[in-house]
């Protein structure tokens, strides 16, 4: 390849566009010759057939303009972000590291990875291995598979091998853990304050397990680490120490680095965007993920040609990133398949998401023994449940209605849902009060309560009243630390349905809920769990 090709195959680009590829996505093929595509589901995802057929007109341009396979990527992690909203809605890996269950990891994995073949999506931005030791943490959360780092890197390497197994490439994300900190990187510069001993102790083993079973890509964090790289820490993405002495030198890996979004404000934007394209690539990252903006695909170039050409970025650190890069394509080619779209939702893998959810359920207390419910048949259950939103970037709750009321009645008709805001008013409170009073149980939802605490006030409320309550949290388990008064307390992980069926069917006695806490709950006294 010449120079300007090379620097091409480091750039991963996004586009706005549905049925065929954007006409600005054209041109920057024929500008920049992208190393791929990543796929976003606001701006590119409707049905499956559609995807398909946007997939394979995006590798129909790519060999009509004589380039390389294209990696094709996306965010399916499964739970709360989920790009491909039509694929099996797997509960998530909080709700396998409930299971304790390698197994149900390989078998997600297998999930993911098949119907992402079907789709012709070959690289999957999962799975998460950060260790989510922090309850205020606000990006990742539910997406980690716990506290415990020996048993996120079991289900890690367990689920990696599960969707390579099916010829789609396993991102391990986010290098070296983004799982201690209070703040979201897609809005700012956040730091993990902890010596090299304890990284070494928490956030890596995850990330060490990864490797050994063959992760193909590693997800840099945008977060700074000032034990390696000293107060004024740039992001891991910028930092040579980190790629190219920690993950590369140490950690012994030779496969590709790619950065997290480069639209995220812990990156410079605008003109600015330029220099920590190239401070990306000298850092030792493979392939930089850049935003869908025209500009921001000019600049990324760019600076990375005017780096090479300059002598900065150096052409035998040029050539040797892209050669880990053609071997990753080669990969892909050598072990490519071609699932029918009948594959998504089948029978097969929504059994799989039945049983993680049913596994995943967990029954924290029930101190007033309100489980299992029995209710005359004249008797009404008031279900009150939040609306979800998006609380992070990572995160496509906005699209799922949960429909834990609709699963509730299928045991006991009289059921009736009440919605309130994710943060609800005092208005919205006192509505939501004064609206069951008539009621026999109350059932109520809560999506992380434990950050929002007008949600938690209308449950103490609740709480309050002479009625027998039971508290689900579908979100993080954290939650009861702001109602610890709650004595019936049942975690689900998820809103997706596989997971409301689930609940429902525990909270009647049709399954035991063998679920044990993947995270410590702030408080919770361990004899009460």
């Not at 990875?113 to 789709?119: C, D, F, N, P, Y």
């Not at 193909?216 to 820490?233: F, N, Q």
């Amino acid at each position: 390849m010449d120079l300007e090709h090379l620097v091409g195959q480091k750039l991963l680009f996004a586009f706005h566009g549905k049925e065929t590829p954007s006409p600005e996505i054209v041109n920057a093929f024929k500008k920049y010759s992208p190393s791929g595509i990543s796929l976003f589901r606001s701006l590119n995802i409707g049905t499956l057939v559609q995807l398909k057929a946007l997939n394979e007109s995006l590798q129909r341009l790519a060999r009509e303009l004589g380039l390389p396979l294209l990696i094709i990527a996306t965010d399916q992690e499964g739970g709360q972000l989920m790009a491909v909203g039509d694929g099996t809605p797997l509960p998530g890996n909080m709700a396998l590291g409930a299971t304790r269950s390698k197994e149900l990891a390989r078998k997600a994995g297998e999930v993911l990875g098949r119907e992402m073949a079907a789709l012709g999506i070959n690289v999957n931005y999962a799975p998460c291995a950060d260790v989510n030791i922090n309850p205020q943490n606000p990006v990742v959360g539910i997406r980690s598979f716990g506290e415990d780092p020996i048993l996120v890197g079991e289900l890690a390497a367990a689920m990696i091998a599960g969707i390579q197994s099916q010829g789609v490439a396993a991102t391990v994300k986010h290098f070296p853990g983004h799982g201690d900190t209070a703040s979201d990187s897609h809005l700012g510069l956040t730091t993990v304050p902890h010596s090299r001993e304890r990284l070494a102790a928490v956030e890596l083993p995850p990330f060490l397990s990864a490797l050994k079973a063959d992760a193909k890509l590693v997800m840099t964090a945008h977060l700074g680490i000032p034990s390696i790289d000293g107060p004024d820490a740039p992001p891991a993405t910028l930092s040579p120490n980190i790629i190219n002495g920690f993950l590369r030198r140490d950690l012994g890996f030779d496969g590709v680095v790619v950065t997290d979004a480069m639209d995220m404000h812990a990156i410079r934007q605008g003109e600015l965007l330029r220099k920590d394209s190239l401070r990306a690539a000298k850092a030792g990252a493979d392939l930089l993920l850049v935003t869908s903006d025209p500009m921001d695909q000019t600049r990324a170039y760019e600076a990375l040609l005017n780096g090479a050409q300059s002598g900065e970025l150096g052409i035998d650190e040029l050539q040797a990133s892209v050669a880990r890069i053609t071997r990753l394509k080669n990969w892909l080619t050598e072990n490519a398949s071609t699932p029918d779209l009948s594959v998504i939702c089948s029978a097969k893998h929504m059994q799989v998401a039945d049983e993680i959810a049913e596994k995943s359920i967990t029954l924290v207390r029930d101190q007033n023994k309100y489980l299992p419910i029995k209710l005359k048949s004249g008797q009404r259950i008031a279900v009150i449940i939040p609306v979800p939103q998006d609380l992070t970037p990572a995160d496509t709750s906005s699209y799922i209605q949960p429909k834990l009321a609709e699963s509730i009645r299928e045991f006991h008709i009289q059921t009736d849902e009440f919605k309130i805001p994710y943060a609800p008013s005092e208005q919205d409170v006192v509505a939501a009060l004064n609206r069951i009073h008539e009621y026999d149980l109350i059932v109520v939802g809560t999506i992380n309560a434990y950050a929002e605490e007008k949600q938690a006030e209308i449950v103490r409320k609740l709480l309050g009243m002479d009625k027998p309550v039971i508290v689900v949290a579908m979100r993080l388990p954290y939650d009861l630390a702001a109602f610890p008064q709650a004595s019936t307390f049942v975690c689900t992980y998820s809103i997706l349905q596989p997971s409301m069926r689930a609940a429902a069917r525990a909270l009647f006695g049709f399954r035991e809920m063998t679920g044990q806490l993947p995270v410590s709950i702030p408080g919770l006294d361990e004899a009460d769990s």
